[in-house]
């Protein structure tokens, strides 16, 4: 799954670097690379590809170009979400983040680029299955732009009265709920009883997230933390206290496998969402720190 | 033609401020507004429509939505431009740059949404024919990003040895061999045999382009001028002076002319590039100060 998913993002940001007439400016195309990898966990392209399997994955082509325009949108808006107008974070995934590296202007070009060649590599896989392929553009559209992507979600840090369920659902929740539902699309499968499921995952990470920024240090994360104190923020961990999110969070992913739709791989499924569980428990604190 | 395009651009600029379920941030849906209308000369689906036109519009919806999203990423390119990392201009349109009415981060955010939901924009008006759709994602995305688009043109101008003849065609033509294969391609032609009359125009508008950033002041253009000295960037007049540069923009628009392709609505194409020269006229220097 892992080599899998690795192949068809590298495959995308070549397609990036260079087409059959030109290349890319030499910094942008090592600002893309360096911006996409190494990735983190990949965990919306997993949900995506494994929810195809167990759909049947009868197009692995487009369930590879979903997991990687998908993964591309993430990356992209990390790299603007470091920028200095938002968290300006100098580290992400412990390496300089990419204004850091490279330059404000390539930073934004950097995102501006996956998110324009997302579509792209949806593009150039759905030509043979173009009715999947626009179902795909408007799964991920809804997920990345406004008013219930993640540009939404973000754009509501600028509001003073803040819709903290929209906010949510738009900033982390979005994502995975374009990760459930392309990957039911790519294999031909309705989306639309697929996005509990993401929903849920999605609830599950923001709060993982949370306790992490609450109670990890920069060097076990990789990135700054404490940000959400810092940018005043909401926090599940600053509106139900360490034992209550975590109570939160177990209830989430509880909810997850039992919101999975009835399908052949629905055992694998469930199993890649305790899988998911089990790696947000390494950045849980230990049961004695828990009480 | 005016009012269909600003009417099309209206219900795009529409849907990303609000859906069945959910609003946009406020802020976000205003600087949206703000940085769409009121718009320039919509030169560009002013261009795609009439391409479209020419080849019968037999799916006017789906032009619509082209040109919407086409002057949607156009408007994208000139918020990130306008930023601070880039030309940091103060003006544009004659009124402030979106980073100067509201802040460089809804600005990034501003951009970024337009993307994406000109994507969006495009994917819903194809649901009904979603091979021609898929096309005109392709020559958007092909537009917009790397290595051929304007991202990669924009990226050009970081990079100390640049490729001059990509850059053009990245940074300007792109979005001009969008605006007639995108035409052609909505209406259910060949987008191919269009590539060059787009390549011709955006040539020809890059040149005038120049001669006003050389020539006029700011008041005049309503934005900043001198602009490519300042920013060392090619440019047409520092090529070829100010009276190389007129002859080689009107070689260019009867390059246009006679490279339109041949097609029932030919004579009236030929009038909208008459007419796209007669627009570029008023830029030019008087005959006097031709000399």
Known sequence: MKTRIEK?????????????????????????????????????????????????DDRPDLTNAA????????????????????????????KPSVHKAFSESLALLVGDTLIVNAFDVLGEAAE?????????????????????GICAGQAWESEIKVDLGAYHRAKTGALFVAATCMGAAAAGH??????????????????ADDLADALKTEEELGKPVGQDVIHNRPNAVSERGVAGAIAYLEDALSGAISSIPSCPGEAALCELVRHTAEKLTPILPTPAARV
Do not use: N
């Open 8 to 56: 068809s993002i590298e495959s995308a940001l070549g397609s990036a670097r260079r087409s059959s007439r030109s290349s890319a400016p030499p910094k942008l195309a090592a600002a893309l690379d360096y911006a996409v990898k190494p990735g983190g966990a990949r965990i919306r392209p997993t949900i995506l590809t494994s929810v195809a399997l167990a759909c049947g």
């Open 128 to 148: 043979k299955s173009p009715a999947r392929g626009i179902k795909l553009v408007r799964l991920l559209s809804a997920a990345a732009g406004s008013p219930e």
């Open 67 to 94: 997991a990687a325009s998908l993964e591309m949108i993430h990356c992209a808006s990390l790299v603007h979400d470091d920028m200095p107008c938002f968290d300006d974070a100098d580290i992400r995934r412990g």
């Open 190 to 207: 309705d989306p639309a009883p697929w996005a509990d499921l993401g929903s849920r995952i999605g609830q599950a990470f923001q709060i």
